[in-house]
């Protein structure tokens, strides 16, 4: 079965002619970020990024800012086959990390009064609660806390098969909904923090129920545009890619440490809430300190309720809260060094935006490989995590 799952993969790369991501372009750096060529800990955290290229990771995008400034730069490739070297300018997709930004939208709503934590989802979406396993017994709170015990739709076989048969398909919410409806719970509402995609798509079929605007308009009107995120793209493979220095996206899909393939037209169900956001560090570094350092986005009256919420999941690496914001790296830093944010993997990239209050540090990591499936790049892309956060946390 192993191996007719990877002719499928391979046969289906070598077919995406049509790709609706374009080769990558070299970019022009963003012209309003500010960079400290001389920051006390661009050294130590350029040589990690070289050292982690050369085993193998295709390309990397580190950007801290703390009270010495700013500092940002790349190493590797963006665009392997076209010998494009990864700059700060390049986008790469962001996975989960999606899923704060909704999370944020999703608090101005509450803050306005058309979105309550304690509200059961049944009040907003009666029909689709009523085919979601305990429906009637769990709360808007517990789909950004991860605590519905709502089955992930982005671990089901049937869903992952159709997405490799067809690469660049524009997947609907509906669609996803029928292959999660009815299907058992991992845990009783409210038990336990399991991680499930379903919850921030659930999420944002809620948010356009109340505000009867899609949630991507939303997000675009009320964070991205507001931040001046001029180089971020919420996009749902609908059409073609709108920017052409997006990175390209790697994978060793025959997990056998040989060559990586580049699987950057395969979507993973993007725009529907858990992932579809596409950005640059420059970026990434604008909705981070607007959210946590200038309070322009969510009230700090908001923040305290989401940090006051914060509980430890299965396996003590992370935090979840009611806000889609986490509290990760738990098993690296001590507890006196909290680090709120999102870590994100796809299937083709992976990425990290944290904030770090004990030093006024914002980091924002970009990766053009995936981090879904389990190969050993995967153990170097979290090795490497680790091994950032070490040095920035200092």
């Given at each position: 079965m192993r191996n007719i799952l990877i002719l499928t993969f391979i046969l289906v790369i070598s077919s995406c002619k049509d790709s609706l991501i374009a080769p990558t372009v070299v970019c022009t750096e963003d012209a309003n970020i500010t960079v400290n060529s001389s920051h006390p800990k661009a050294a130590a955290l350029q040589a990690k990024m070289d050292e982690f290229i050369g085993k193998g990771i295709p390309g990397i995008t580190v950007l801290i800012a703390d009270d010495n400034g700013i500092w940002t730069n790349s190493a590797g490739y963006a665009d392997i086959e076209n010998d494009i070297k990864m700059q700060p300018c390049h986008l790469n997709k962001l996975g989960s990390i999606t899923k704060m930004m909704v999370g944020t939208l999703a608090w101005q709503l509450i803050q306005e009064?058309?979105?309550?934590?304690?509200?059961?989802?049944?009040?907003?979406?009666?029909?689709?609660?009523?085919?979601?396993?305990?429906?009637?017994?769990?709360?808007?709170?517990?789909?950004?806390?991860?605590?519905?015990?709502?089955?992930?739709?982005?671990?089901?076989?049937n869903f992952n098969l159709a997405v490799v048969n067809d690469f660049s398909y524009s997947w609907s919410s509906e669609e996803i909904l029928e292959l999660m409806t009815n299907k058992p719970a991992t845990d009783e509402p409210g038990a336990t923090v399991s991680y499930s995609n379903s919850n921030t798509m659930i999420e944002a079929l809620i948010i356009e129920a109340v505000t009867g605007k899609k949630h991507g308009e939303l997000l675009t009107e009320r964070i991205l545009k507001p931040l001046g995120m001029n180089s971020t793209v919420y996009y749902d493979y609908s059409d073609d890619f709108p920017?052409?220095?997006?990175?390209?996206?790697?994978?060793?899909?025959?997990?056998?440490?040989?060559?990586?393939?580049?699987?950057?037209?395969?979507?993973?169900?993007?725009?529907?809430?858990?992932?579809?956001?596409?950005?640059?560090?420059?970026?990434?570094?604008?909705?981070?300190?607007?959210?946590?350092?200038?309070?322009?986005?969510?009230?700090?009256?908001?923040?305290?309720?989401?940090?006051?919420?914060?509980?430890?999941a299965s396996g003590g690496t992370w935090m979840s809260s009611v806000g889609g914001i986490h509290n990760e790296f738990r098993t690296v830093l001590s507890e006196e060094k909290p680090s709120y944010g999102h870590g994100g993997g796809d299937i083709g990239y992976s990425a990290n935006l944290n904030y770090l209050p004990h030093n006024n540090t914002i980091f924002a990591g970009t990766y053009n490989y995936g981090t879904n499936l389990r190969t050993a790049l995967r153990e170097e892309i979290g090795n490497l995590q680790v091994e950032l956060m070490e040095i920035i946390a200092e």
């Open positions: 009064g058309l979105l309550s934590i304690d509200e059961p989802i049944k009040t907003y979406i009666p029909d689709i609660a009523s085919e979601i396993t305990n429906g009637d017994k769990i709360t808007f709170g517990m789909l950004l806390n991860h605590t519905s015990g709502i089955y992930d739709v982005a671990g089901d076989l920017m052409d220095r997006l990175a390209q996206g790697y994978l060793d899909f025959n997990n056998d440490g040989g060559q990586i393939q580049n699987i950057s037209a395969l979507n993973p169900g993007s725009g529907n809430g858990y992932t579809g956001v596409y950005s640059t560090v420059a970026d990434l570094y604008r909705f981070m300190k607007a959210l946590m350092v200038d309070k322009s986005l969510i009230t700090q009256e908001s923040l305290d309720t989401i940090f006051a919420s914060f509980r430890l």
